[in-house]
Structures are given as structure tokens and as C-alpha cells.
């Protein structure tokens, strides 16, 4: 008698797959409905517990103690009144100038410095802040990752069935990949209302949280950046703007005196002094090059690259997209060790090895290939070639890796060995020398306009615009005496 496996196999798995949704529905905290959650409470904290590490290593902590004590008491006192009072939450300010705050499972917060220089009042933050703790406490980082495990065994079972779903499973999951972008819209707007709810449970105005969209709307137009609505996986900034000024209005009917704070001074003196933009003493590029004043080396970028630096990690990337370089520490103690940990860590099998001298700096320079294989036939399907230095100077080793497909790396080599060999010591002071540009708060003496006060204040003809968007105002805006500002200064 003639079995069809395929179908057998498929039947078996299915039982599996919804026995597990039935034994796995989950009632969510926020909603109190139930949903499928293969995620357990437990596991969306070890989640946050392995991710925080490397994020505070990307990212690094902006060191900043009243803020980061500010940050922690507001989070602190919402997480209790939140729908998820017994999580351990942990809250942090990262080092980075984009306009962000992001939460990760098991109630780990990050705010980056860029937000916070963006915010004007303690009230903005906590609606913010709100929203991130409802990310956390709607679960939508569990939901979200539940659904790409249950549609991800769909498919399987779709392929064992069907040689035709086989041959389209590279773009389904494309497809996939587009609606499980991080927090879809419903996601995003149930953390606006939660958002709204808890600001205002612990005392402060929603309606400053929707006027921060207001600056992250013109934000977005200033880049020209703006995505379709259909494509974004946030609600767009205007939309969010008036919707949240209509759940404030809920929110607030039943306050009887109707006080709330918004403390706008109090933040304003509390931000005064953090840097705003790209940190020069963290590593900057200038005329071609990069320079790090603290550790005080440099070494050429290569024209039309594309160069992001973090605490972690210099990287850059052809505009083709075809060669990287990548410049980091590593952690051994000679150039020996390095090398031979280099080669085991990173599974580079070392064609040619050789001891160098760079600028002066003892050094040793590899070419390797890394095979990548099918797993499943064990079939090399792509051979990439990396050149490697190693260059010792001030008691640390600096790890160079240029790498690009086999058949591109010659097309490639010059322009990596003349990146790493071109690395030296940093000497030049006017390169030293550079300060970060920070936030300065100033008070307006008598009533102008914020035009008007930025050229009183020598703010740059060229970013009055910006800085207008910093303070949420128009430079248009009659200001009264008194009133507080942001400007920006070069400075330690």
C-alpha cells in the first residue's frame, strides 16, 4: 500500500504545532485577553538579561549621574503602577545622538542622549517613557517573536508539503520579514494610550508627550526622511500628535483639580551641558581620515566610504557594498596571541602570516579564507578573503579586518593595506584639541522673539532651524523674560 509521508509528516507536525498554541495561550497583562505567547515571562527576562551587556558595549553608557538617577526613579515609580508592578526594570541613558528610546524583554529601557537633548520638560519624557514601559508591559517583544516562530513552522510545514511553497519560501519570508519590522502600528499606538495612562497615574501632563511629536514630525520633514504610512512601523508623527491629545483629554477628565506637572524649567537645568550631535573626542573624520584624540592614533578612510563608530567597533563599508573594514581591540596581550586567537575566534584558515612594521609600530599582517558552507550538503556556497593587521602601540592591540567575496578581494586589496598601513600615532594637537558641541540653557532678559535671542546668544546662521526644533518653537515665537532656552556651545 502506497504511503504519502509527506502528508503523514505534515499531519504529525501540525498536531504538534497547535497542540503547543492551545497549551501556550497566554492571558496578556494589558489586555487581559488571551494570545499565543511562546515566550514565558522567564525567558523574556533572560532575554534582556544577555541583550543589555551588548548594548551598553555598542552603545556605551553616556555618563551623566543626575540624569541617570532621574531616569531611574521616574522608572522605577511607573514600573510599580504599571500593569506589570513586580518586573525588575532597569533603565539607562546610551551615548548616542540619534532620537531614540527603545525597550527590550524583561523590562530593560534605553534612552539615548539624543532624546533626551530633544525633550523639554519632565512631562515629555514620562510620556515617553510610558510608552516604552507599555512595550514591556503589552509584551509586544514576546508577541512579536512568538509569531515569527509560529508563522516560521507554517512554512516549514508548507515546505514539506509542496515543492512549489519551496521554491517561493526565500520571498515569503521576505514578505514575513516586513510584518514583523519591530512593533507594527497597533503595537506602537496601544504604547502611545499606555504611554498617556501611566504619565499620567504618576503626575504629569500627557499632553506634552503629544507635542513631542510634534518635533520628531519636524524632524522627519527637516531630513526628508518621511516614509508612507502603509510602510512605517510607526504611526506617522502627525496622526500621533492629535491622537494623543484626544486620550490625554480622557485621561485628565476625571483629575479633579486638573494639576498636573510638566516642568519644563526643572528638565531644562537638568540636560544643561549634554552634548548634543557626534562626540569629536570619541573618534571623528576630517579631510579623508579618522582621528581619535583620546587614544590618539588616525588612519585613512577610504573616499566615498561609508564609516560608523561605535564604543565597540569602527566600521566601514564601500558604497557598493561589496568590501567592508572593520577596527577593533583585542583583548590578548602580544601580537602573537592575537593573531593565533584571531584566526580560532573568527575561523580564518591563514593563507600568508608575516611579522611588519607600520609607521614605526610592530605589527603582523594575515591574508585568510573563511569557506561558507550549506549546512545541510556541506557545499562551500561562498569564499570570503580577508586581509588582517595587527598593530601594537600604547599597551593595547589594534585588530584590522578588510574582507570581501574571493573573487573581489584583489579588486579591494589596495585600498585595505593602504587603510592599515597608513595607521599612526596621532600627534598633530589642532586634532587633539576638540570639544563636543553641548546643549547650553540660557535665559532670555527681556521679551523678543527666539530669532531674535539665538542672535543674541551667537547661535550659527546655519543651524537656527535646528536649534529652533530643539526648543519645540518657531523662531517666530515671542518669548517672555524669563524664559528658558536651549542654545548650543563648543566646550569641554
Not at 531616569?71 to 506589570?84: F, T
Not at 513586580?86 to 539615548?112: E, H, I, M, R, W
Not at 512605517?232 to 480622557?250: G, I, Q, Y
Not at 573626542?281 to 583620546?294: E, N, R, W
Amino acid at each position: 500500500m502506497y504511503i504519502n509521508y509527506s502528508k503523514r509528516i505534515l499531519q504529525l507536525f501540525l498536531v504538534v504545532l497547535f497542540a503547543s498554541i492551545i497549551y501556550s495561550c497566554a492571558k496578556n497583562p494589558v489586555t487581559g485577553k488571551r494570545q499565543v505567547m511562546l515566550i514565558s515571562e522567564a525567558q523574556e527576562r533572560a532575554m534582556g538579561v544577555e541583550s543589555d551587556p551588548a548594548i551598553v558595549a555598542n552603545m556605551g553608557l553616556y555618563q551623566d549621574e543626575p540624569m541617570q538617577k532621574f531616569i531611574n526613579e521616574k522608572g522605577k515609580q511607573m514600573g510599580k503602577i504599571s500593569h506589570r508592578p513586580d518586573l525588575d526594570y532597569s533603565f539607562k541613558v546610551v551615548d548616542s545622538p540619534v532620537v531614540n528610546a527603545f525597550a527590550v524583554p524583561g523590562g530593560f529601557v534605553y534612552f539615548t542622549r539624543g532624546i533626551m537633548a530633544h525633550f523639554n520638560s519632565e512631562a515629555e519624557f514620562a510620556g515617553v517613557l510610558g510608552h516604552e514601559i507599555g512595550h514591556v508591559t503589552a509584551r509586544h517583544s514576546a508577541a512579536q517573536i512568538s509569531k515569527q516562530q509560529l508563522y516560521g513552522g507554517l512554512m516549514m510545514a508548507g515546505m514539506i508539503l509542496s515543492p512549489e511553497f519551496r521554491q517561493f519560501s526565500d520571498a515569503a519570508g521576505q514578505g514575513l520579514g516586513l510584518l514583523f519590522l519591530k512593533f507594527g502600528r497597533s503595537a506602537e499606538s496601544e504604547s502611545d494610550r499606555l504611554g498617556v495612562d501611566y504619565s499620567t497615574k504618576i503626575g504629569y501632563d500627557a499632553h506634552q508627550m503629544a507635542n513631542f511629536f510634534d518635533v520628531l514630525n519636524r524632524l522627519q520633514a527637516k531630513s526628508g526622511q518621511s516614509v508612507p504610512d502603509f510602510l512605517s512601523t510607526h504611526p506617522n508623527p502627525a496622526d500621533r500628535f492629535n491622537k494623543v491629545h484626544e486620550l490625554a483629554d480622557e485621561a485628565q477628565a476625571d483629575i479633579a483639580d486638573g494639576k498636573l506637572a510638566i516642568n519644563r524649567n526643572e528638565y531644562l537645568r537638568m540636560i544643561d551641558g549634554i552634548v548634543y550631535g557626534e562626540d569629536p573626542t570619541q573618534g571623528y573624520v576630517a579631510d579623508g581620515t579618522f582621528f581619535h584624540p583620546t587614544l590618539k592614533f588616525q588612519f585613512p578612510v577610504p573616499g566615498e566610504w561609508r564609516l560608523v563608530n561605535t564604543p565597540q567597533m569602527v566600521q566601514m563599508a564601500s558604497k557598493d557594498g561589496k568590501a567592508i573594514m572593520m577596527m577593533t581591540l583585542a583583548p590578548e596581550k602580544t601580537l602573537a596571541e592575537a593573531a593565533t586567537a584571531t584566526a580560532e575566534r573568527d575561523q580564518l584558515a591563514v593563507v600568508e602570516k608575516s611579522n611588519v612594521t607600520v609607521n614605526g609600530l610592530p605589527g603582523i599582517a594575515m591574508i585568510s579564507q573563511q569557506d561558507q558552507k550549506d549546512p545541510n550538503s556541506g557545499q562551500i556556497v561562498q569564499s570570503l578573503r580577508i586581509l588582517t593587521y595587527l598593530i601594537q602601540y600604547n599597551g593595547l592591540i589594534y585588530k584590522f579586518h578588510g574582507l570581501s567575496k574571493a573573487e573581489d578581494f584583489n579588486s579591494y586589496y589596495n585600498l585595505f593595506s593602504s587603510t592599515m598601513t597608513n595607521f599612526r600615532v596621532l600627534t598633530n594637537q589642532s586634532r587633539i584639541d576638540v570639544f563636543p558641541t553641548r546643549v547650553k540653557i540660557e535665559t532670555i532678559p527681556s521679551t523678543m522673539t527666539l530669532s531674535q535671542a539665538f542672535m543674541k546668544y551667537n547661535q550659527p546662521q546655519d543651524q537656527l532651524e535646528t536649534i529652533a526644533i530643539l526648543n519645540n518653537m518657531k523662531l517666530s515665537d515671542q518669548l517672555k523674560a524669563g524664559t528658558l532656552i536651549k542654545t548650543l556651545s563648543k566646550g569641554k
